[in-house]
């Protein structure tokens, strides 16, 4: 396993391009960068200048991963840069995607069904849109991947999936076993899978067979009147997640999986936003989820309600008292290298072998 983390989220690195990004991941210790899509690394898909990111990456021993953007049709057109791509073509602006990926030895690609929204309750993710069911949606989702398929089989990619904050686990293992497990497999969210009423631990369980790629947060959960506060937060083992028995799940099945941290982003030196409020009691919500078994919901009842009672009990900061401290960019990249140190003690602990892990303190 090698620890990196997300080019979006990486504090101190917003204003850098890639080559700059990744000698900057190198000297706070990180092992590699994620970026969103392979247009972040080169806007007009020029192959010379992904090719030079990328051989910066080997020059350094960095992992270098991209990925394609959305692939539900209903939310695509949110990232317009996807047809701007093809010049109007939406297939082909991904084939395009994908060969300058594939010309620069990016295989594992990042895809996902949407994006959150500025909405608060279950209008924050396009699973509960009124104007489309989410079950169309998914469908739609479907019909486009398996169009990219012989795309991918044809240039040897993986198309991973993230959990994201609209689509569950059982949904996602459902849509890789439509396309195959030959070309599609996910991007394991360590956190958003509670945004959806999962436990973490039993949603590594059922997606771990098919995680090629990660996005590493921990989370914050509170139980109020109205459902579970959730955020998502610096993660050295203070957090919701329950790493070590997350990495035993993921090095079960693919020792070589990619930790990448997705970490917060000071605004106004304070970390940015209030906790999302997941609508666990509320009739539609439960009705929205039929996956989720009795077990499923118990346990991510009980790992909400412990953590509560450590908030009440002085072991966890609330929100409110994390909101009002002061979080600068010097903090914020604190926060990546402990957590780096917290994940690479845990993996040598865990008997987790790690590439070239780094000696950076």
């Known amino acids: 396993m090698r620890i990196g983390a997300d080019g979006k989220y990486l504090p101190g690195g917003q204003n850098l391009n890639p080559v700059e990004k990744l000698e900057y991941a190198h000297s706070l210790g990180l092992e590699g960068l994620f970026f969103r899509t392979i247009l972040d690394i080169s806007p007009k898909l020029d192959r010379l200048q992904i090719g030079a990111v990328q051989q910066k990456a080997q020059e350094l021993g960095l992992y270098l991963e991209a990925g394609l953007g959305r692939v539900n049709p209903y939310t695509n057109p949110e990232t317009p840069e996807l047809r701007a791509a093809g010049d109007g073509d939406v297939l082909l602006g991904f084939r395009r995607m994908m060969e300058a990926a594939a010309a620069a030895d990016i295989r594992e690609l990042w895809i996902s069904t949407g994006g959150a929204k500025p909405y608060k309750g279950r209008f924050g993710t396009d699973r509960f849109r009124t104007d489309v069911l989410w079950e169309e949606q998914l469908e739609a989702t479907l019909r486009l991947l398996l169009k990219l398929k012989p795309i991918a089989l044809d240039l040897g990619l993986h198309l991973n999936m993230e959990t994201h904050e609209e689509i569950t686990s059982y949904e996602i293992v459902r849509l890789i076993e439509a396309v195959g497990s030959e070309v599609m497999g996910v991007v394991f969210d360590t956190a958003n899978v509670m945004i959806r009423g999962e436990h973490p631990v039993l949603a590594a369980k059922r997606l771990a067979p098919y ?5 590493i947060k921990d989370a914050y959960l509170e139980l109020t009147d109205g459902g579970v506060y959730q955020r998502a937060m610096p993660g050295e083992g203070n957090g919701a997640v329950d790493f070590r028995a997350v990495l035993t799940e993921l090095n079960r099945y693919n020792p070589d999986v990619t930790l990448s941290f997705e970490a917060q982003v000071s605004r106004n030196g ?3 936003g209030e906790p999302m409020l997941i609508e666990i009691y509320d009739p539609e919500w439960i009705q929205g989820h039929p996956d989720l078994t009795r077990e499923d919901y118990a346990a991510y009842y009980e790992l909400a309600r412990n953590y509560t009672e450590g908030i009440r009990s002085g072991e966890f900061k609330s929100w409110q008292t994390l909101n009002a401290e002061r979080f600068e960019e010097e903090e914020a ?11 690479d003690r845990l993996c040598r602990e865990l008997g987790i072998k790690r590439e070239g892990g780094s000696s950076h303190v």
């Open 211 to 215: 995680v090629r790629q990660s996005h």
């Open 270 to 272: 304070r970390i940015p």
């Open 333 to 343: 990249v604190q926060a990546v290298v402990s957590s780096r140190i917290y994940m």
